[in-house]
């Protein structure tokens, strides 16, 4: 699907393209049946001109902490596959993880991108982020940029805290990012370029919208109205929005459209994916009727736990526990492992000291906790995490794709995709179409040399 348009997107003049993060690679080999790295080698064939660049949290695999072993050679391995750029995040906006992040991008030769995540609750005041800029521009990087996640600012937030970050980024350039599931997304990128930011975050139509970024056309079309000019090539990217539309279509895929304003997200805060997934899950547990009530005590649990940001991991956490005391009917009767280990400090000291005593104590009245509090964060060597997920013959491209994605379900990936391969491991015409024909929905064949191209698209029932 990308890589028939990727040459057009190098020619669109943009400032970079982002091409991973670290927790796709699960969806990629599991969902997809595709190796990560090849994506981004296959791309970066065709992508010349503009850095390709990735996202990059706290740790590797969201949900666990990452051994220093294993971040090492990531590090090593996606400098070496071309990832010239990484946009850098800390689910807490914690300085000293920051100052890890960016030494380790730069260490490899990346050009760091800072996240100053935004969020709305008591505690996320100007002095917060006034602060916190302060800091960040004390690092080595190329840029910071605003990251809004929840989709929670408004027009009115944005003009209040733009100039504020500003004020304290001592001129190191800004990017701003946000989401579109408030409906509110386009306009606040409108009045950060009306304040002085010349790089935002957009998707291109199909992608952006609904829970995505604001379109780039729409923003290129309204920023030229107020008198702005744009780098890119507004064709390059009108051809790449008609590839996508198709392939959307024929593979039965939604299509982004813009959302209504919804003043409940500004309450509860849940990710769009996630509210997606909760409503999945319950209703497959015969709970769909419970969806609003578990919303609601999402904003209960945020506010116990002392208003962690929204994002990965933490919206997991608390959008579970949330589940869970719906569910059984009486708060914190059950908690998960990861509540308890928040609880006692695993994931920051910062993120612990301001939860609320009470909840607090309730958490760790409990014997799991004694246990838990007694666990170190494994440190295993390079050499014993190659036993653990295969032999020491495993190039390091593979032990981390394994680590990440599933010892399991790797090997099963590269035993499907083997099955459409020659024996040279080249594709063959014979591989491909056995290929085609284990596809659950239909498919289409994209045949491109020179100039000229065909799209051979299959129909539902064929």
């Known amino acids: ?23 796709f690679d699960k969806k990629i080999v599991r969902e997809l049946g595709e190796d990560s790295w090849e994506r981004i080698d296959l791309v970066g064939e065709r992508v010349k001109k503009t850095p390709l660049r990735m996202i990059r949290s706290r740790y590797l695999a969201a949900f666990q902490i990452t051994p220093l072993s294993i971040d090492e050679i990531w590090w090593k391995r996606i400098a070496a596959h071309g990832i ?27 050009a760091p991108i800072l996240n100053l995540i935004y969020t709305y609750s008591p505690k996320h005041t100007d002095e917060y982020y006034a602060e916190k800029a302060r800091e960040a521009a004390k690092l080595d990087v190329v840029r910071i940029c605003i990251k809004d996640p929840g989709s929670l600012l408004t027009p009115e937030r944005t003009r209040t805290l733009v100039p504020v970050v500003l004020k304290n980024v001592n001129g190191i350039p800004l990017e701003f990012h946000t989401h579109c599931h408030t409906g509110l997304g386009p306009l606040c990128c409108l009045e950060a370029i009306k304040l002085g930011i010349r790089h935002i975050n957009t998707a291109i139509p199909p992608l952006a919208d609904g829970s995505s970024n604001p379109s780039i056309l729409n923003i290129v ?24 539309t198709s392939v959307a279509i024929q593979e039965g895929l939604p299509l982004g459209v813009p959302a209504p304003y919804d003043h409940e997200q500004f309450i509860h805060q849940v990710p769009g994916g996630m509210i997606s997934n909760l409503r999945h899950q319950l209703a497959s547990a015969g709970l769909g009727n419970k969806l609003d009530e578990v919303l609601k005590e999402t904003a209960r649990v945020r506010e116990d736990l002392g208003y962690p940001i929204m994002v990965t991991p933490y919206s997991q956490y608390v959008g579970v526990q ?17 509540i308890i280990q928040y609880a006692l400090g695993h994931w920051g000291e910062e993120e612990s000291d301001a939860i609320d005593p009470t909840i607090k104590d309730v958490i760790l009245r409990r014997s799991r906790a004694d246990e838990l509090a007694r666990w170190q964060p494994p440190q295993p060597t390079l050499a014993e995490m190659r036993e653990q997920y295969g032999d020491s013959n495993i190039s390091d491209d593979e032990l981390l794709l394994r680590y990440v994605a599933g010892k399991e379900e790797v090997i099963t990936m590269r035993a499907e ?36 191209s065909v799209l051979i698209a299959g129909k539902e029932g064929n």
């Open 221 to 244: 079309k309204n920023a030229r109205a107020l008198g702005y000019s744009s780098s890119v090539d507004e064709d390059a990217i009108k051809a790449v929005e008609k590839h996508l």
């Open 84 to 110: 010239r750029e990484a946009r850098l995040a800390d689910p807490s906006n914690t300085v000293a993880r920051w100052r890890y992040l960016v030494g380790q991008a730069r260490k490899v030769g990346i």
């Open 322 to 338: 949330a589940a869970i005391n719906v569910v059984a009917g009486e708060r914190y009767k059950t908690v998960t492992d990861e």
């Open 1 to 23: 699907m990308m890589l028939a348009v990727a040459s057009y997107m190098d020619e669109a003049g943009f400032v970079a393209i982002e091409i991973l993060a670290t927790n």
């Open 417 to 452: 995709r083997s099955q459409s391969r020659s024996s040279d491991g080249t594709r063959d015409l014979q591989g491909l179409i056995n290929g085609l024909t284990r596809q659950k929905r239909p498919a289409y064949v994209y045949v491109r040399k020179g100039a000229g």
